[in-house]
């Protein structure tokens, strides 16, 4: 049984779902991006000619937190790394599950520039420390560069025909399939039941993090077998 939970398809697809609900989520709600910080430094821009300056500082900030998270994130795979933690990526997921349950409960009481920048730093993190699934690239949290993937594959495989082609593209297939699901589930729960839309990703973590946390006690349980 591998380490390598991070990598299973169920895991790559179930956080590709969330992301794509987590950018429909911000968007829908505060006309920013969780994820996608080019459509934010555009919005931003945008925003500054209008002389909308409150909206510039709340879209800058969010790209700020979004930029330190990747830098923490960085720092904590290079120290786990060195110190053998196989399964630290758990506990980024459990991080997600705190901050966005208690962004749940409270979010009718933060302002929307301390709830944006939150969601930032945490899709920060998860696109650092989620990138491959069965061993192939993927993001997690925004799908430009999977779409590109996906039509890359398909012309090699049009013209090559080469099966491994076909199969990297229905990976990104599944993968632009999972984020537009998501962005259309949560938008739609967003529509109809505003901010307890947010509930609905709440649940989608703390379901990924104790279905993860029961495989690794599994994992564990294997190798003491094994010794």
């Known amino acids: 049984m591998p380490s390598d939970f991070h990598e299973h398809r169920f895991v790559g697809l179930l ?16 006309n920013t991006f969780a994820a996608t910080q080019t459509g ?13 300056y409150t909206l510039v500082g709340e879209k800058l900030l969010s790209t700020l937190f979004f930029f ?8 904590l795979i290079t120290y786990f790394r060195k110190n053998h933690h196989p399964f630290w990526r758990l506990g980024i997921i459990y991080f997600e599950c705190f901050a966005f349950l208690l962004l749940a409960l409270t ?19 998860q696109w650092c420390s989620f990138e491959k699934i ?12 999977n779409l590109k993937s996906m039509a890359t594959n398909l012309f090699d495989y049009l013209e090559t025909k080469e099966k491994q082609k076909l199969q990297l593209f229905f990976h990104y297939f599944y993968v632009v399939l999972s984020f537009f699901a998501g962005a259309f589930c949560v938008a739609f729960l967003s529509q109809h039941f505003d901010f307890f839309s947010l509930y609905w990703i709440v649940v989608l973590f703390v379901w990924l993090a ?18």
């Open 68 to 75: 330190l998270g990747i830098v923490l994130t960085k720092y």
């Open 210 to 227: 104790f279905s993860q946390s029961i495989y690794r006690y599994k994992y564990k349980k294997a190798l003491k077998k094994m010794q």
């Open 107 to 125: 979010i009718h009481l933060l302002p929307v520039t301390l709830i944006t920048i939150i969601i930032s730093f945490c899709t920060a993190m």
């Open 15 to 30: 956080l590709t779902f969330i992301g794509g609900g987590i950018d429909a989520f911000t968007y829908f709600h505060f």
């Open 134 to 145: 069965n061993g192939i690239n993927y993001t997690s949290i925004m799908t430009t560069g």
């Open 40 to 52: 934010n430094l555009v919005l931003a821009i945008i925003d500054g000619v209008k002389g909308e």
